[in-house]
């Protein structure tokens, strides 16, 4: 994860910070109250920093009857949380803004906050005359600066955070090109695929880092830079389900080719489609990225457990086999120690396959509920569990000199014998290294 994180959980959407909404319709509910929350996340100020909202309708706002100054159409800037209590009260709680132009049909609002909190922005109508089913039409345009910045006080640091992230992860990708040149004679499969995911990863923090300073300069991205970056988002990701599919079945391990390579590209271009839907359609689609991650996790857990049993009977059927024929090696690596070292790989595996969810969802519970306003921790805490389940499986996965446990050499059996002539006619006795000394019928040599 992202992720996630490389896992779905993590996935979020940032509103723009320049909003430009047109044609909202502003429609009474059965309280004859008109209300509309103009940004979807609460926006974090530092001081000094500027709002500006100017709000066009169709039609003329209309004055209070009690208050001639004061439009019935309200701006409020409500405090994070004040909005979600039972005994809310718009007038206490929010600071109500009674801007008006000369027209009547906008209302204009610029001020400076002087203390440093998290506002929601909302439009408020209420105790209107004229019927619920009639529907206002406005648009909205809001700019909110924080002292040269359009990101929120929680959001500042994520550029720079994901600076580090690619300079950590330009060194992982250098190690593991320098242990792809030096055993690049026992290069398989598996070794390529995890240097495409560590290029894929690199050119979506290439794109992130862009992405973010897009909306820190400007307020608002561009589809020729969030498209790709969400794509390769999900891309990794879902590579990393692969991987772990691939690698708990033992490609490239103890097989040479995959045997379940077409359900796993069912299951994985599933999850893929369901984040992009997430991301792009609705919120509802992160149900089924779940629930096709978790199909996968178990595939790849099911699946290192496979592994793990044929490798422990192919330890026993060769230790029985080397006992029976009383066969020595003429070198240190043994079949039972090469054996062993692909089931301690499997066991590794198979812990990361384990404990990869549970610290998915620790992890995503804490960001749910303890960093709500806190999204650049949030972001952290995603890129360091990618990174940790990339370096867990670079250290797993590198190549190194298997010479020694290609060839292992076994002396050849032989048997030494001794044969006794006896006094008896028909009887010898043939000694052996192996047996000892046992009696033989013979016949008689012909004279």
Same mark, same amino acid.
């Given at each position: 994860?992202?992720?996630?994180?490389?896992?779905?959980?993590?996935?979020? @959407?940032? *509103?723009? =910070?320049?909003?430009? &909404?047109?044609? +909202?319709?502003?429609?009474?509910?059965?309280?004859?109250? /008109?209300?509309?929350?103009?940004?979807?996340?609460?926006?974090?100020?530092?001081?000094?920093?500027?709002?500006?909202?100017?709000?066009?309708?169709?039609?003329?706002?209309?004055?209070?009857?009690?208050?001639?100054?004061?439009?019935?159409?309200?701006?409020?800037?409500?405090?994070?949380?004040?909005?979600?209590?039972?005994?809310?009260?718009?007038?206490?709680?929010?600071?109500?803004?009674?801007?008006?132009?000369?027209?009547?049909?906008?209302?204009?609002?610029?001020?400076?906050?002087?203390?440093?909190?998290?506002?929601?922005?909302?439009?408020?109508?209420?105790?209107?005359?004229?019927?619920?089913?009639?529907?206002?039409?406005?648009?909205?345009?809001?700019?909110?600066?924080? @002292?040269? *910045?359009? =990101?929120?006080?929680? &959001?500042?640091? +994520?550029?720079?955070?994901?600076?580090?992230?690619?300079? /950590?992860?330009?060194?992982?990708?250098?190690?593991?090109?320098?242990?792809?040149?030096?055993?690049?004679?026992?290069?398989?499969?598996?070794?390529?695929?995890?240097?495409?995911?560590?290029?894929?990863?690199?050119?979506?923090?290439?794109?992130?880092?862009?992405?973010?300073?897009?909306?820190?300069?400007?307020?608002?991205?561009?589809?020729?830079?969030?498209?790709?970056?969400?794509?390769?988002?999900?891309?990794?990701?879902?590579?990393?389900?692969?991987?772990?599919?691939?690698?708990?079945?033992?490609?490239?391990?103890?097989?040479?080719?995959?045997?379940?390579?077409?359900?796993?590209?069912?299951?994985?271009?599933?999850?893929?489609?369901?984040?992009?839907?997430?991301?792009?359609?609705?919120?509802?689609?992160?149900?089924?990225?779940?629930?096709?991650?978790?199909?996968?996790?178990?595939?790849?857990?099911?699946?290192?457990?496979?592994?793990?049993?044929?490798?422990?009977?192919?330890?026993?059927?060769?230790?029985?086999?080397?006992?029976?024929?009383?066969?020595?090696?003429?070198?240190?690596?043994?079949?039972?120690?090469?054996?062993?070292?692909?089931?301690?790989?499997?066991?590794?595996?198979?812990?990361?396959?384990?404990?990869?969810?549970?610290?998915?969802?620790?992890?995503?519970?804490?960001?749910?509920?303890?960093?709500?306003?806190?999204?650049?921790?949030?972001?952290?805490?995603?890129?360091?569990?990618?990174?940790?389940?990339?370096?867990?499986?670079?250290?797993?996965?590198?190549?190194?000199?298997?010479?020694?446990?290609?060839?292992?050499?076994?002396?050849?059996?032989?048997?030494?014998?001794?044969?006794?002539?006896?006094?008896?006619?028909?009887?010898?006795?043939?000694?052996?290294?192996?047996?000892?000394?046992?009696?033989?019928?013979?016949?008689?040599?012909?004279?």
């Amino acid at each position: 994860m992202t992720l996630l994180v490389l896992f779905p959980v993590f996935l979020s @959407q940032i *509103s723009c =910070l320049i909003i430009s &909404q047109d044609s +909202i319709k502003l429609k009474p509910n059965k309280l004859n109250i /008109v209300e509309h929350r103009i940004n979807k996340r609460a926006f974090g100020f530092q001081k000094k920093a500027t709002i500006n909202v100017t709000v066009t309708c169709e039609e003329n706002i209309r004055r209070d009857p009690e208050n001639g100054k004061s439009p019935t159409l309200m701006l409020l800037l409500c405090p994070s949380g004040t909005h979600e209590v039972e005994n809310f009260d718009y007038k206490s709680d929010c600071g109500t803004v009674y801007g008006l132009a000369e027209d009547d049909k906008k209302i204009r609002y610029h001020n400076v906050v002087e203390n440093e909190e998290f506002v929601t922005l909302y439009l408020r109508e209420k105790n209107l005359e004229r019927e619920s089913s009639t529907i206002r039409i406005c648009s909205v345009k809001a700019i909110l600066m924080n @002292q040269g *910045s359009h =990101l929120s006080t929680d &959001q500042i640091p +994520i550029p720079t955070n994901y600076i580090v992230t690619l300079v /950590v992860w330009m060194v992982l990708s250098f190690l593991w090109l320098v242990n792809a040149l030096c055993f690049r004679k026992h290069s398989n499969h598996l070794h390529k695929l995890l240097s495409a995911l560590l290029m894929i990863k690199l050119v979506n923090l290439i794109l992130a880092y862009i992405y973010w300073k897009e909306l820190d300069s400007k307020g608002r991205w561009s589809l020729q830079i969030s498209i790709p970056y969400n794509l390769c988002a999900s891309v990794f990701e879902t590579m990393i389900f692969i991987v772990l599919m691939l690698a708990g079945e033992g490609w490239c391990i103890i097989w040479e080719n995959p045997r379940l390579l077409k359900y796993y590209l069912v299951l994985s271009t599933s999850f893929f489609f369901m984040v992009i839907c997430f991301k792009y359609v609705h919120k509802y689609f992160q149900g089924f990225a779940i629930v096709f991650a978790s199909m996968m996790i178990y595939i790849a857990f099911k699946c290192s457990t496979i592994s793990i049993n044929t490798v422990k009977r192919n330890i026993t059927a060769s230790n029985q086999f080397i006992e029976n024929h009383r066969l020595t090696y003429k070198s240190e690596v043994t079949l039972k120690k090469r054996l062993n070292k692909k089931l301690r790989m499997f066991n590794y595996l198979q812990g990361l396959i384990i404990g990869l969810p549970c610290v998915v969802i620790v992890v995503e519970s804490v960001a749910s509920f303890l960093l709500v306003y806190n999204e650049w921790t949030r972001v952290l805490l995603k890129e360091l569990l990618e990174l940790s389940v990339m370096v867990y499986c670079c250290a797993l996965f590198r190549l190194r000199d298997f010479t020694d446990y290609n060839n292992i050499s076994i002396n050849t059996p032989y048997h030494n014998n001794v044969v006794l002539l006896t006094p008896y006619r028909n009887v010898v006795y043939i000694s052996s290294e192996n047996d000892g000394l046992s009696p033989l019928e013979v016949e008689p040599a012909q004279t």
